[in-house]
C-alpha cells in the first residue's frame, strides 16, 4: 500500500520560513519524481515545485527564489523549504509522486498539511 505522509505544517508569520517533509512507503521512491502542490480557498490545486530523481527542479514563478524542493532518496522523503512566506502562500500543501508502474502512469497523493501565514 502507497502512503505519503507529509509534516511540518503549521501557522507562521509573514516573512517567516517552514519546512515541509513527506515521507513514502509502498513505492520504489527513487523511481518517481516528486512534488509539492497547494490548494487554497477558492483556487485550483497548483503546482508549487517538483523535483526528479536525479535532483532536476521546477518552480512555480510565485515561489521562484523562496521555495526549495530538495530528496533524499535514501530516506524515501522530498522536502519543501519554504523562506520569506507571504500571505498568499496560504493553503494546504499537497506532496505527490508520479511514476511509471508496468507501463501504466499512476500518480499518488498524501493527504496534504495546512499552511497558514498570518500576523
Known amino acids: 500500500q502507497v502512503q505519503l505522509v507529509e509534516s511540518g505544517g503549521g501557522l507562521v508569520q509573514p516573512g517567516g520560513s517552514l519546512r515541509l517533509s513527506c515521507s513514502a512507503s509502498?513505492?520504489?521512491?527513487?523511481?518517481?519524481?516528486m512534488g509539492w502542490y497547494r490548494h487554497a480557498p477558492g483556487n485550483q490545486r497548483e503546482l508549487v515545485a517538483t523535483i526528479t530523481s536525479g535532483g532536476n527542479t521546477n518552480y512555480a514563478v510565485s515561489v521562484k527564489g523562496r521555495f526549495t524542493i530538495s530528496r533524499v532518496n535514501a530516506k524515501n522523503t522530498v522536502y519543501l523549504q519554504m523562506n520569506s512566506l507571504k500571505r498568499e502562500d496560504t493553503a494546504v500543501y499537497y506532496c505527490?509522486?508520479?511514476?511509471?508502474?508496468?507501463?501504466?502512469?499512476?500518480?499518488?497523493w498524501g493527504q496534504g498539511t495546512q499552511v497558514t501565514v498570518s500576523s
Open positions: 505527490r509522486a508520479q511514476g511509471a508502474v508496468q507501463g501504466t502512469l499512476r500518480y499518488y
Open positions: 509502498g513505492i520504489i521512491f527513487s523511481n518517481y519524481l
